[in-house]
């Protein structure tokens, strides 16, 4: 099989494409041919070499879709589609390829009413999102920030929280033309922080209360925008606050299957629209990756084999 393969962690140029074995099944696992493979910024912090604990060669890619070729002894049947992501892409080979194989508890039905290419980017940010959403308390009412409206994880937080219910969901962007993209989309909550300071904008949206969820309980999921800040701990002391970090790889499969039981609903029904920007093909992943990183577009950057064509 063919795929994209970072040889080494020092940048793009590492990405190689090379003809692999096809995976074999063994117990647990279900032989899945990838229809499309989404990119994350982790995949960006592994190839260049921000990710000790991920070692080269290594295919990567955290999150894909595709059909099941060899259910081995799941419950899956031949042809299904799914989405999933897990330790691929990390701490052993990713969806930046033909065929993978899958262990069982990963796989997500994708719904009928969602393509291949959307569901291929999407496991990682909406996962996320729903998770934190849970971990901080949401509830029908509340009113959510979620900064980084064109960002994947920003993105599905917003969506998630309006169709669940809440009182607001605010998102947030540097970039005045990504601010009137977000409105063009409908997202008319949007501080856009180059022209007024994010205190000023949630008090002009909520009326003066300013926000519930960022959270009462602030969770940082991600540092792709820089790993360094200062807080003032009376902050934290004086609201009542409190602060945690998150990693997707740490929840448990039964905490996953509890986010995919409330997103797949709001999939099927049309009230979260997950948005795709660009696709790549397969052996175009370095400047796929390049663009999603460095250009920072407005939605997912997803990469799919040649056989899909």
């Known amino acids: 099989m063919r795929a994209m393969r970072a040889e080494s962690f020092t940048g793009y140029r590492d990405l190689k494409l090379v003809d692999l074995p096809k995976p074999v099944v063994a117990d647990g696992r279900v032989l899945v041919r990838i229809t499309a493979a989404g990119l994350t910024p982790l995949d960006h912090t592994i190839l260049s070499g921000g990710y000790p604990r991920a070692t080269a060669p290594l295919v ?13 002894d ?9 989405m999933f992501t897990g330790p691929y892409g990390v701490f052993e080979n990713g969806t930046y390829a033909e065929w ?9 039905p994708i719904p ?36 980084a409206i064109g960002g994947a994880v920003g993105n599905a937080v917003t969506q998630l929280a309006r169709a669940q219910g809440a009182g607001k969901a605010i998102s947030t962007t540097t970039n005045p033309a990504k601010a009137a993209q977000a409105r063009a989309l409908g997202f008319d909550d949007v501080i856009d922080l180059s022209a007024e300071s994010l205190a000023a904008g949630a008090a002009r949206i909520t009326g003066g209360p300013g926000v519930d969820v960022v959270h009462g309980v602030l969770i940082s999921l991600g540092y ?14 004086w609201k009542r606050a409190s602060m945690s970090g998150f990693a ?24 979260v629209n997950p948005i795709v920007e660009r696709t790549y093909k397969l052996g175009d992943a370095a400047e796929a990756l390049r663009h999603l990183i460095e250009d920072r577009p407005f939605g997912r950057v997803v990469i799919f084999p040649e056989w899909v064509l």
């Open 74 to 82: 799941s419950a899956f049947s031949v042809g299904a589609r799914v």
């Open 112 to 147: 009928d009413k969602i393509d291949d290419t959307t569901a291929g980017g999407m496991p990682v940010a909406y996962l996320t999102a729903q998770i934190t959403l849970t971990q901080a308390g949401f509830e029908p009412g509340k009113i959510v920030l979620a900064p």
């Open 100 to 108: 993978i194989a899958v262990r069982s508890e990963h796989l997500c």
């Open 60 to 72: 990567l890619g955290n999150e894909g879709a595709g059909v099941v070729d060899d259910p081995g």
């Open 248 to 271: 997707l790889a740490a929840q448990s499969d039964a905490i996953k299957a509890a986010a995919w039981d409330i997103i797949l609903p709001l999939l099927t029904s049309g009230q």
């Open 224 to 237: 792709s925008a820089g790993r360094k800040t200062t807080i003032d701990v009376t902050d934290l002391i």
